[in-house]
């Protein structure tokens, strides 16, 4: 079955810090990915998906930026995060289109 | 463009009645219509999903939901709430032609002891 990792569950950074936050899935291969941002446990604004390894779509510009260095890996970074950077982030993959999507657990990033 | 609304930013239901969360939906074809369910600091969690075939589906924890073509509708139902069944629920589109779901805001159902 397919499984969906997402770590680490919580994280508190100083402004100016490096973000890395990984997602792995399991028991697919070629997956759509994911990375949404919930702030104030509300709506959900999408980051960006990867169709592909290397193949990224931005959805907004901002202080992030995410890699998919191989099929079942998707990365999202910062070289300095922002106050306004804090949030649940959460990753996500599909493959058939009529499945929805899988969660990840998520993350939550307090920048202090 | 395929959108979702989810009018209600919360809803209040006493345990034990019924209940239900609205969601309509835009997109230009046929639809793939989905609810999920977040509880505090968790990822979302399938609820249900609409593909085909009946117009009532019926999913986790005792929810259904119907799909009504003609009002663009597919509003989440429990005939009996829980307390546990408080929590943030998101409706999510998808058009057939479409690479990805879009979301509704989420409405966030309270249900009171």
Same mark, same amino acid.
């Not at chain 1, 959460?90 to 058939?96: E, H, V």
């Not at chain 2, 959108?3 to 639809?31: I, R």
């Not at chain 2, 999510?92 to 002891?113: E, S, Y």
């Given at each position: 079955?397919?499984?969906?990792?997402?770590?680490?569950?919580?994280?508190?950074?100083?402004?100016?810090?490096?973000?890395?936050?990984?997602?792995?899935?399991?028991?697919?291969?070629?997956?759509?990915?994911?990375?949404?941002?919930?702030? @104030?446990?509300? &709506?959900l604004q999408l980051?960006? =998906?990867?169709? +592909?390894? !290397?193949?990224?779509?931005?959805? *907004?510009?901002?202080?992030?930026?995410?890699?998919?260095?191989?099929?079942?890996?998707?990365?999202?970074?910062?070289?300095?995060?922002?106050?306004?950077?804090?949030?649940?982030?959460?990753? @996500?993959?599909? &493959?058939?289109?009529?499945?929805? =999507?899988?969660? +990840?657990? !998520?993350?939550?990033?307090?920048? *202090? | 463009?395929?959108?979702?609304?989810?009018?209600?930013?919360?809803?209040?239901?006493?345990?034990?009645?019924?209940?239900?969360?609205?969601?309509?939906?835009?997109?230009?074809?046929?639809?793939?219509?989905?609810?999920?369910?977040?509880?505090?600091?968790r990822g979302l969690?399938?609820?249900?999903?609409y593909i085909t075939?009946?117009?009532?589906?019926?999913?986790?924890?005792?929810?259904?939901?119907?799909?009504?073509?003609?009002?663009?509708?597919?509003?989440?139902?429990?005939?009996?709430?829980?307390?546990?069944?408080?929590?943030?629920?998101?409706?999510?589109?998808?058009?057939?032609?479409?690479?990805?779901?879009?979301?509704?805001?989420?409405?966030?159902?309270?249900?009171?002891?």
């Amino acid at each position: 079955s397919q499984t969906i990792h997402q770590w680490p569950a919580t994280l508190v950074q100083p402004v100016g810090s490096p973000l890395s936050l990984e997602c792995t899935v399991e028991g697919t291969s070629n997956p759509n990915l994911y990375w949404y941002r919930q702030a @104030a446990g509300r &709506g959900l604004q999408l980051l960006f =998906y990867s169709v +592909g390894i !290397g193949q990224i779509s931005s959805e *907004v510009p901002q202080n992030l930026s995410a890699s998919r260095p191989q099929d079942r890996q998707f990365i999202l970074s910062s070289k300095k995060l922002l106050l306004s950077d804090s949030g649940f982030y959460l990753c @996500a993959w599909s &493959g058939t289109p009529g499945y929805g =999507y899988t969660f +990840g657990s !998520g993350t939550r990033l307090t920048v *202090v | 463009a395929q959108s979702v609304a989810q009018p209600e930013d919360q809803v209040n239901v006493a345990e034990g009645n019924p209940l239900t969360v609205k969601c309509t939906y835009s997109v230009s074809g046929n639809p793939y219509l989905f609810w999920y369910v977040q509880y505090p600091n968790r990822g979302l969690q399938f609820l249900l999903k609409y593909i085909t075939g009946d117009n009532l589906v019926k999913g986790s924890y005792g929810f259904e939901a119907e799909f009504n073509k003609s009002q663009t509708s597919f509003h989440l139902k429990k005939p009996s709430a829980l307390v546990s069944d408080s929590a943030l629920y998101f409706c999510a589109v998808r058009d057939r032609g479409a690479d990805g779901l879009t979301f509704g805001k989420g409405t966030h159902l309270i249900i009171q002891p």
